[in-house]
């Protein structure tokens, strides 16, 4: 299997975590197991949502991203800052107080991904506009919808907007102005993404839709926050006018804001992954009639709620609505931009059957059945003490052969009762003078090393497992 293809940038620290089996539970693709006292994260069911960072008592969910320091890693540096940034300060009236301070941490130029947003929003439009027997559209803004929808819902894979995201268009024509301006080869320029969420790091790396990405590297809004901080205070006057973007792109930080710039009535806007299953699940049985074009953040609130900022989303969302309230419309048009070039994705997304059991339609459904066998023997709590999330969960792991069925605790228990009983039943059918028949001794001493070996095993969620899970 290849590794990229299920590349994440959520990670386990493993000395936090006490295994409490929280994460299980608000996993919205079943990609996290507890055994031995410590989670584990399955790579290709996890869509990099974040949503265990969140609700994470511990702490012991992490995004990996880069340093602030990679910018000493080229000649010449561009940074990228995500909409969502100028919602993290506030009193905020003036982009260019941000992008100025970007300049004096060290970057050598800035483009706005919000001003290659107002470019995909143009072509969307156009898009949407000539293949309109085709909708409803969904947007492929947020890569962990993409990597949701490839894993789970294969029957819309072909209703995504074949549209790259504004992060990686602003990451082409940064790159190809800097080559311009400087005459530098591509590999001396570093174009870094301050990003707002976790799933982008892995986009960087391991994109889809197109090849390759643009981005060289991706540091976290929560890092670059503070360093921006003493560069802003200063006089406007005096300040270098970089932002080209409008109402538009800034509006794309907040839920609803992709589906404002399309100028489309006939909309839906879902944010939050635990919405976003239930409006999937309603478009693959076709229950959402008349929509033309389907916005969905992984995020709460929408980019402003992702896990790598630092302010409330909600109130996040009410200081960019403060922020555009006086900016035109737009800024950006595509022709006016040359160095845009093509914007519409170069691969195919493929449905990736993570979650099939068998390598044949027959060894499916044989597994199916035997997934049911198991599942009705469990009692059905869905309590999480097996260390899977659900009893139909724990069924699927032991027909893929990665639990048994004693790492449930209902059956354990049971198991150890029967065979408390047998033991004591055999116990009491000892002669007068004490002895046994062989037969029967035999057979109790089996009955008490199966319970000793029962009982050692009974434990932390998870207990009957010997070792974690491989992750792939």
């Avoid at 996890?46 to 080229?74: E, M, Q, T, W």
């Avoid at 006016?336 to 519409?344: E, I, K, V």
């Avoid at 009974?458 to 992750?471: D, Q, V, W």
Wanted: some cysteine.
């Amino acid at each position: 299997m290849d590794k990229d293809k299920f590349m994440r940038s959520v990670r386990l620290k493993e000395p936090a975590c006490q295994g409490c089996i929280n994460c299980i539970k608000h996993c919205p693709t079943q990609a996290i197991r507890v055994h031995n006292g410590k989670a584990h994260i399955i790579d290709k069911f996890c869509i990099d949502c974040g949503r265990c960072i969140r609700y994470c008592p511990h702490h012991a969910k992490i995004a990996v991203y880069d340093p602030l320091s990679v910018i000493n890693n080229f000649k010449y540096t561009v940074a990228l800052p995500a909409p969502s940034l100028y919602a993290q300060y506030n009193n905020l009236t003036n982009v260019d107080i941000v992008l100025n301070a970007l300049l004096k941490l060290g970057f050598d130029d800035v483009y706005e991904v919000s001003a290659a947003a107002e470019l995909v929003s143009e072509a969307s439009r156009e898009y949407i506009k000539e293949h309109m027997d085709e909708a409803p559209f969904i947007s492929s803004a947020c890569p962990s919808v993409i990597r949701l929808i490839r894993v789970k819902f294969p029957s819309l894979i072909s209703r995504l907007l074949p549209i790259k995201a504004p992060v990686e268009v602003a990451a082409e024509i940064a790159r190809a102005r800097a080559m311009k301006k400087t005459g530098l080869k591509p590999e001396d320029i570093g174009i870094i993404f301050i990003s707002p969420c976790p799933s982008k790091v892995s986009y960087a790396k391991a994109p889809l839709g197109i090849e390759k990405s643009n981005i060289d590297n991706v540091v976290a809004i929560k890092d670059v926050y503070p360093l921006l901080l003493p560069h802003m205070k200063q006089d406007e006057s005096q300040l270098i006018p970089l932002s080209n973007s409008g109402r538009i792109g800034i509006g794309w930080s907040n839920a609803g804001g992709e589906v404002a710039g399309l100028l489309t009535e006939n909309h839906l806007a879902a944010d939050g992954i635990v919405n976003i299953l239930r409006v999937l699940e309603e478009l693959e049985d076709e229950k959402l009639h008349g929509l033309t074009f389907v916005e969905l953040s992984a995020c709460n609130g929408g980019c402003v709620g992702g896990t790598l900022t630092v302010e409330n989303a909600y109130i996040a969302t009410t200081k960019t609505k403060r922020l555009v309230k006086y900016q035109p419309v737009s800024k950006n048009h595509l022709s006016d931009n040359p160095d845009a070039g093509n914007l519409y994705w170069a691969d195919n997304v493929e449905y990736e059957p993570v979650f099939r059991l068998g390598n044949t339609f027959k060894e499916s459904l044989k597994m199916m059945s035997d997934v049911e066998e198991l599942t009705a023997r469990f009692p059905g709590l869905d309590c999480g003490s097996c260390g899977a999330p659900t009893c139909q969960t724990l069924a699927e792991d032991i027909v893929r052969g990665d639990a048994t069925p004693n790492d449930c605790i209902y059956v354990l228990r049971a198991n150890i009762a029967d065979l408390t009983h047998k033991i004591k039943d055999l116990a009491s059918k000892k002669k007068t003078d004490g002895s046994m028949p062989e037969d029967s001794s035999v057979l109790l001493d089996s009955y008490i090393r199966t319970l000793t070996e029962e009982l050692a095993s009974f434990g932390a969620p998870g207990h009957a497992r010997k070792e974690a899970p491989k992750e792939e």
